[in-house]
């Protein structure tokens, strides 16, 4: 039919049969106020120029069908009840969609393919079977907040939407599926909003930010390839009971944590950060954190947060600092291995259960241990610090930062480590814990024959010539002399030297010093000058066994022993 005005059925009528507006033209509004319907409601490809109202207590018994509806305001059921399903899809909204006000929808809503050319909202209604939202277009943003309750899935899967998706303190208890959709604004997943279900939002691409700041999600969260124009929030006692998946996730600007507790797996492994990740703030991680392969544009930043499983790095890039200090505490193994790290890594002031495993990895400006200003590490008795084949341009340690307890060196492997010098950021020494660059020799080689594996201790001579070489090149060539001592002294003593090799570099040791103090030599030389001096004072010789006093003798034999040792006889005629 063709109306030129309104339809009214309002008012409290009461419609026992179906009601059938299929294919009718209304040019301005169709309302169904506080009305009964006991029949299924099909308005299938209705024309209405201005709003539909269903709402202020209507009751529809049976299905409402707005298949394909085209409705040129708003379509609104505040404090409505539909005890059937409610199918939307396909139709167009020209104004906004007021699914909200406490209605209630018992069954299934189809949005799917909708096209609300503003926003829909759903402030404190309640959805008892499937939101199907797939592929539907609005044109403002989506509200599915206010204290909203989803009991089953809610499917956003392709949607588009121009402004925001806010879920602030609502309740979903199925799947929440928004993979591939994209959003013009920022999705605000916060204020205190709980999923009981699986939410999904891989592969989606949102113009602004993601945030769930408070909320809790009692499963795992699948953020896979998702696309954020500028920062993720999940911070602020945020509480993730399932895993949560970052897996190549391109992040504009930062992820943050702060005061969060994340208890099943944290996985960015991949992940692009254009900002700086802030694991930081007393946030809480039970299980495993893979950021392997990731790319963080500025710093990764750990300060006062805990770590109970693994914490894999391995292979990250990190153009800033890495900031594992202050208070940070890691109680599983740190994986550090091939990292590549743009200026500072620091360690001072964090607690380390286990392994750090930083082989091949890359600083391009300072490891700083510890300091003045930051404090050390604490290492449990368990903690081993593996350097590897790690490069920095400056190392800088206060020498009981390598130590787990008042004596007890913490255990590592300093094969093929390499620094450019020794001392950095706050290196103020002390006379009870001074500096690596001013700390004694004896000091330093105690410090690397400690943090040695058992089966290099002996053969691995690269930790000592490096580090006898940045010491001569900042002005300590006598503490590089017996730091090279030292490392020929540990090698003549492996076991499974031959005994000619053993014998040959104790001559060496005992002559010259290993070619380190040449000037030993002269002493053995007058040692000897002075023991045919005496064995001349023994012999018989009368040129040695004359009447001169006893000054005058020993002048004599000492001479005399003297040429014999030169080979050069004219030194007698002085005897």
């Not at 929440?176 to 939002?201: I, Y």
């Not at 954190?289 to 790319?295: G, K, M, P, S, W």
């Not at 604490?378 to 800088?396: F, G, K, P, S, Y």
Request: charged share 25%.
């Amino acid at each position: 039919m063709t109306v030129d005005g309104s339809v009214f059925l309002r008012g409290g009528a009461t419609f026992k049969g179906e009601v059938k507006l299929a294919y009718a033209d209304i040019d301005l509004t169709l309302e169904a106020d506080g009305s009964t319907f006991e029949k299924p409601v099909n308005f299938e490809r209705i024309k209405v120029g201005d709003y539909i109202f269903l709402r202020n207590g209507a009751t529809f018994k049976g299905e409402v069908k707005l298949l394909n509806a085209d409705i040129g305001g708003n379509l609104e059921t505040i404090r409505s009840t539909f005890e059937g399903p409610f199918d939307g899809n396909g139709m167009r909204v020209g104004g906004s969609a007021h699914l909200k006000g406490g209605a209630t929808f018992k069954s299934n809503v189809r949005l799917d393919h909708a096209r609300i050319e503003r926003n829909l909202e759903t402030d404190g209604s309640t959805f008892e079977g499937l939101f199907n939202g797939e592929g539907m277009q609005v044109g403002g943003s989506v509200f599915l907040r206010g204290g909203a309750t989803f009991k089953g899935e809610v499917r956003l899967l392709g949607a588009k939407i121009g402004g925001n998706l806010e879920t602030d303190g609502s309740t979903f208890e199925g799947l929440f599926n928004g993979d591939s959709m994209q959003v013009g604004g920022s999705v605000f997943l916060r204020g205190g909003a709980t999923f009981k279900g699986e939410v999904k939002l891989a592969y989606a691409d949102i113009d602004l930010t993601l945030e769930a700041d408070g909320s809790t999600f009692e499963k795992p969260v699948n953020f896979e390839r998702i696309k954020v124009g500028d920062y993720i929030f999940l911070r602020n006692g945020a509480t993730f009971k399932g895993e949560v998946k970052l897996l190549n996730a391109d992040i504009g600007g930062n992820l943050e944590t702060i005061r969060s507790t994340f208890e099943g797996p944290f996985d960015g492994n991949g992940m692009r950060v254009g900002g700086s990740a802030h694991l930081k703030g007393g946030a809480t991680f039970k299980s495993n954190v893979r950021l392997d392969h990731a790319r963080i544009e500025r710093n990764l930043e750990t300060d006062g947060s805990t770590f109970e499983g693994l914490f894999n790095g391995s292979g990250m890039r990190v153009g800033g600092s890495m900031y594992l200090r202050r208070g940070a505490t890691f109680e599983g193994r740190v994986d550090l291995t091939i990292a590549r790290i743009g200026h500072f890594l620091q360690l001072g002031g964090g607690r380390f259960h286990d392994e750090i495993d930083m082989t091949g990895a890359s600083i391009g400006g300072e490891l700083l241990l510890s300091s003045t200003r930051f404090g050390k590490p604490q290492w449990n008795e368990d903690a081993r610090l593996i350097l590897r084949n790690v490069t920095t341009d400056i190392l800088q340690a206060e020498m009981h930062a390598w130590k787990s307890g008042e004596d007890s060196w913490i255990a590592g492997d300093l094969a093929g480590f390499r620094y450019d010098r020794l001392g950095g950021l706050h290196a103020d020494s002390d006379s009870d814990n001074p500096n690596m660059a001013n700390a004694d020799a004896s000091a330093l080689i105690a410090w690397i024959r400690a943090t040695q594996p058992d089966d290099l201790k002996h053969h691995d001579t690269q930790p000592y010539e490096h580090l006898a070489t940045v010491l001569t090149l900042q002005g300590a060539p006598d503490r590089a002399r017996e730091v090279r001592y030292a490392m020929h002294d540990q090698h003549r003593q492996a076991s499974d030297i031959p005994l000619s090799h053993k014998t040959g570099l104790w001559a060496l040791k005992t002559s010259v010093g290993y070619g380190l103090y040449p000037f030993r030599i002269v002493w053995w030389f007058l040692a000897l000058v002075m023991l045919g001096a005496l064995l001349g004072a023994l012999s018989n010789s009368a040129t040695l066994r004359d009447d001169r006093n006893w000054s005058q003798r020993w002048r004599s034999r000492l001479l005399f022993s003297l040429g014999n040792a030169i080979e050069q006889p004219f030194v007698w005629k002085f005897c």
